[in-house]
């Protein structure tokens, strides 16, 4: 199934494979007909397995209480790391950086429950997505929710190969966790800023799968 957030892209992206197809067996007749056909086959199925949208099942436990986090996107944990946030926790608080490569389901989804209390896009530039410093220059939405037990921050951040954002959460929407919020295009990356006292479940390494995977826990 191919997500929603990415039928702009991927359409005119399968329309040019498969007239490569139809090219090499109806019109060209020589070398650049396997040529044709090899670069169109590959065309859709990058589009297909880039685009796709498979069903996750949310831990029940994270539906039934909202203390849970759980990862918001599929990817690897790069960072781990105790920093300084100003704009919504406007203190010390603690972030986990999940980092998205072009094989990885680019759908994104709420870590928790809550009410959203801040929202902002900002436009920036496209350092690796794995960089220390692409969390605070790069291109990136940036998501504020509150709920009975804290509050949790977290960023859809652009990479070299990312050049689009698509979020459909704005400032008073109220989020399940789960809950599909957008999609990052073509490599990318997530932090998830955190109250200090959270505790974290994860590891710097560790693989994580958006939607199913517990990586903290709020206090109580």
């Not at 060209?28 to 086959?41: E, M, P, R």
């Not at 589009?47 to 996107?73: E, K, M, V």
């Not at 789960?178 to 998830?192: L, T």
């Amino acid at each position: 199934m191919l997500s929603k957030y990415g039928y702009d892209n991927a359409i005119p992206m399968l329309i040019i494979g498969f007239s490569l197809v139809l090219l090499s067996g109806f019109v060209l007749q020589n070398v650049w007909s396997w040529i044709s056909a090899i670069l169109g086959i590959i065309i859709i199925l990058f589009t297909l397995w880039f685009f796709r949208d498979p069903q996750r099942s949310i831990p029940s436990s994270a539906i039934s209480d909202h203390s849970i986090i759980i990862a918001p996107a599929d990817g690897k944990i790069v960072e781990i790391i105790e920093m300084e946030e100003k704009e919504f926790f406007k203190g010390k608080a603690r972030q986990i950086s999940i980092f998205l490569s072009p094989l990885d389901v680019h759908v994104n989804r709420s870590p928790v429950s809550g009410t959203v209390e801040f929202y902002r896009y900002m436009q920036g530039d496209y350092m690796v997505a794995w960089h220390p410093k692409a969390s605070e220059l790069n291109e990136q939405s940036r998501i504020g929710v509150q709920n009975e037990f804290g509050k949790v921050f977290f960023k859809q951040i652009t990479g070299v190969l990312a050049r689009r954002i698509v979020c459909t959460v704005k400032q008073g929407d109220v989020l399940a966790t789960g809950e599909q919020i957008g999609m990052m295009k073509f490599g990318s990356r997530m932090d998830i800023i955190l109250p200090l006292d959270a505790e974290i479940l994860v590891h710097k390494d560790e693989r994580t799968r958006g939607g199913e995977t517990i990586i903290a826990r709020l206090k109580k």
